[in-house]
Structure formats: C-alpha cells, structure tokens
C-alpha cells in the first residue's frame, strides 16, 4: 500500500517525492535484485534449492506460501490491536536475524576443521554477523541500520525463494499477493493498523529514505511528518506486512516495503536457476535476458508506483511491481527465444 499526505486542494497535485529519495529507494531495489542474484549460486551450494522439495514446479507451493503470508499476517494483526506491537517488532527483528545468518554463513567460511568443543558445529563468524545485526535492530533501530539489515535480508528471501520455486509457483505467488494486496488497500483497508504497528515500533520491514541529512527516524514524531505548513500529518503507513512506498515532504522520509523489494526480485532468481536460458558473463551475478527483463519490469513498476503516491491517496505497491516484473519476464524469456509454455512452467500440463 502506498499513501501520500492528505488530499491537496482541488485543481493541485499534492507533493511527490524528491529525486533524492526517488533515486534512494532505487539504490536500494537494486541493491536487493543484485544481492539476491549474487546469492543463487551460494545457496545452491549450501543446500537450498530444488533439492529441499519434491517438485519446485508445483503451482501448489505457491498457494502454501500465500497462506502462510495470511496466518502470519492476521496474528500480528491481532496483536497490534491488543496493543502489542512488539510482537510485530519481535518477530521481524527474530526473522532478519534467521535471514542474516543464513545469508552469511553462504559467504563466509566456518572457523575450520581445526576447532574443537561446542564451536565445531556452530558456524561462528555467520552467527556472531547476525547477532550484531539484531542487537543493532533492538539498540539502535535508525533507518540506515533499517536499509543495511533490510538489504541483506531482502536479498537473502529472495534469493531462498527463488532457488527453491521453479517459476510457476513463483508467478501463482506474484499475482495472488497483488490481489490480496489490492482488497486489503483498496476493498477491506484492514492493513492501515498493522502498518502503524510496523512504523510506530520501528520494526524491520521498512527501507526509509530521508528527505534530508537533518532526519532521524528514533526522534520522529509518529503523528506528525512535519512538512513545514503548521498542519499535523497522521504517520506515513506503508503496507502492512509488505510496506511500500509513502511520499514524504522536506524534512521527512520515503517509506518502502521490504517485501516490495523481494517478491518480485524471486521471478528474476528462479528464472536464472530454473529456466534455460543464458546467462551474461558477469562476475558474481548470474543474470539471463529473462532474469534481466523481470528486474528491468520491476523497477519501471516502482516509478509508476512513486508517481502515483503524489496524489495524496493510499495505493497497493505490489500490482505495479509485480505486473511489472511479469511482464519484464515474458518480454525478456520471448527474447531469448523460450517458448511461452515454458516461460510460464507449464509445460508439463500441456
């Protein structure tokens, strides 16, 4: 979901966001698509990938994976309006710290074959990363700590899902989430408290882009953004579960979902780890024409997406970024000549 401040006054476009935050929040997409892409080869070789299921091209997966999204999704809701929003703030930091240590103990080697006693079968330097990550969250959540953990947990979901899902569950996953996405902003709105719980306990879901150096995300006022017109802002709410962007004037900040990042960022890794076609001679990245189509879809979804929280309304992020990530798919898969059933996995049902 995305929202801007309240509606300007007629005959006016109420203030999008700046170049600055625009290209921030760029900086970072592009940094979770690369970083996830980086990953495949890691994972795979630690042991994710098409070996930890039976069949990665069963549709069905998908559907599991969204209803896994709707559990969690309606706990947390339950407890926001109980008033406990550090169970959303608990939960998120206890998953970036999981999704950090698995991203780290892909990189970096163990202590060696030389260690003896209890560490012999703990990965120490990938643990010790991960548990300086979450003192950070739990001590000091300010948003460049927010951006630097939600970049390498997001590139380290996306790149988990991608090598484990072949991609017609990737693509049941994309679409059902855009329209849960869509009814939950534009049908029942009930995500709006569970996006206040995220903001309100600073948990780690968010990528914030200050509007300038004076920002701090631990000294902002949740029911004030300060645009500098005397008028009182109700918080910025990104999407809950998945938040997206929300427009901020001067002195305020850009707020975009993490999972906005990661959902479509698992078409372009499946499609490098399950689809034949190519891959660029890049060093570190595996990247296809198909992959590439998806990233480029993608980010020509976030500038629709930006441009749109201009008008001071609230708007479903993942519709643009995933239908922009499909659509980059099939353009670029066509391209590389896969055929269309193929591209869309569903070959064997033919």
Not at 35 to 55: C, I, K, M, Q, R
Not at 222 to 231: H, K, N, P, R, V
Request: no cysteine.
């Amino acid at each position: 979901m995305t929202e801007d401040a309240p509606a300007p006054r007629p005959a006016t476009r109420a203030r999008g966001p700046s170049t600055a935050t625009v290209l921030g929040v760029l900086g970072l997409f592009v940094a979770v698509q690369v970083g996830a892409l980086s990953l495949a080869a890691p994972f795979a070789g630690a042991g994710a990938g098409a070996g930890t299921v039976e069949n990665p091209g069963d549709p069905a997966f998908g559907v599991v994976y969204l209803a896994g999204v709707l559990v969690v999704s309606g706990a947390l809701l339950v407890a926001v309006r109980r008033g406990a929003t550090w169970v959303l703030r608990g939960f998120a930091v206890f998953a970036s710290g999981l999704l950090s240590w698995f991203v780290l103990a892909s990189l970096l080697p163990a202590l060696g074959s030389g260690v003896v006693g209890p560490l012999a079968t703990v990965h120490v330097p990938a643990t010790v990363g991960a548990l300086a990550l979450v003192v950070a969250l739990l001590v000091r959540p300010e948003w460049y700590v927010l951006n630097l953990v939600g970049v390498l947990t997001g590139a380290g979901a996306a790149g988990l899902v991608g090598v484990t899902l072949d991609v017609l569950p990737v693509l049941v996953l994309l679409v059902t989430l855009s329209a849960y996405d869509a009814v939950a902003v534009y049908g029942t709105g009930h995500m709006g408290t569970l996006a206040g719980g995220a903001v309100e306990s600073r948990a780690p879901v968010l990528f914030v882009v200050p509007g300038d150096r004076s920002f701090s995300y631990l000294d902002r006022d949740d029911g004030d953004d300060g645009d500098g017109d005397g008028e009182e802002r109700p918080p910025r709410r990104p999407d809950g579960g998945r938040p997206s962007a929300s427009a901020s004037p001067p002195g305020g900040a850009l707020f975009v979902g993490i999972g906005d990042a990661v959902l479509p960022t698992t078409l372009a890794v499946s499609a490098v780890a399950y689809l034949p076609a190519p891959l660029f001679d890049l060093p570190g990245v595996a990247l296809s024409l198909p992959a590439l189509g998806a990233l480029l879809g993608t980010l020509a979804g976030l500038g629709v997406l930006l441009w749109a929280v201009g008008d001071g309304r609230a708007h479903a992020g993942l519709p643009p970024l995933n239908g922009g990530a499909v659509l980059g798919y099939l353009a670029g898969s066509l391209a590389a000549g896969v055929p269309l059933a193929e591209a869309l996995g569903v070959v064997a049902y033919l």
